[in-house]
């Protein structure tokens, strides 16, 4: 596995690193500038999920897992480790070289207000130039897509955002049906920002069309 993705993204003109187990992965995500991590779950040593939470706390370089599983209950597993995105072996080339470029294409994205102008909602306030979000003056750690995703609700406050054009908007066109994403982020933002995220006061649900941010 590690020969045949290495092969194809240097055939397709990026600069790869590799490494053989959980260990190894960990000691050059240390030791290197990465933009793009992508983990095979079936890891000798230590698994891939417990790699993946390692790199997340420590890092928000973007992480793409590759598992044979393709039940939703691990790709929900892997993404609330922080993983932002899942591809289910055997797959395809073009099919990895694609989910390459629109991860690459996400996280290079600098904000989606060229405005950047401060956003408070209530006790939430969201400063797209720094990228930096507080919430009763606490001060929130949030990853990429998690932040981007806030920032789209808070711009767009009080109106209801469907899931297709949410996930076409964050991820991108060719995710409009990965709805286990969003219910994955929007689980974590809610952790993050809600005083009950069970009964959240600003992400909040419309059954059957999507998501709003009441302030």
């Not at 995220?197 to 941010?213: C, D, K, M």
């Amino acid at each position: 596995m590690v020969k045949f993705v290495g092969s194809n993204l240097r055939v397709a003109g990026y600069e790869v690193i590799s490494a053989e187990d959980g260990e190894q992965a960990l000691a050059l995500a240390r030791d290197e500038k990465l933009d793009l991590v992508i983990l095979d779950l079936m890891l000798p040593g230590i698994d891939g999920m417990q790699v993946c939470r390692i790199l997340r706390d420590s890092s928000e370089v973007p992480i793409i897992v590759l598992s044979a599983k393709g039940e939703e209950t691990d790709k929900v597993e892997a993404l609330n480790l922080g993983a932002d995105d899942y591809l289910t072996k055997p797959f395809g080339v073009e099919e990895l070289l694609a989910r390459v470029r629109a991860v690459l294409r996400r996280t290079r994205r600098e904000t989606l207000d060229t405005g950047a102008r401060l956003l408070i909602r209530g006790p939430v306030v969201l400063d797209p130039e720094s990228r930096q979000v507080t919430v009763s003056g606490r001060q929130v750690r949030l990853t990429r897509t998690e932040f981007d995703l806030l920032h789209h609700l808070m711009r767009n406050s009080g109106k209801v955002i469907s899931h297709n054009v949410l996930l076409s908007k964050i991820w991108g066109p060719e995710y409009r049906d990965q709805t286990e994403y969003l219910w994955v982020y929007i689980a974590r933002l809610r952790q993050k920002i809600e005083a009950d995220p069970a009964n959240p006061l600003h992400l909040a649900t419309e059954p059957g069309l999507g998501y709003v941010f009441r302030p």
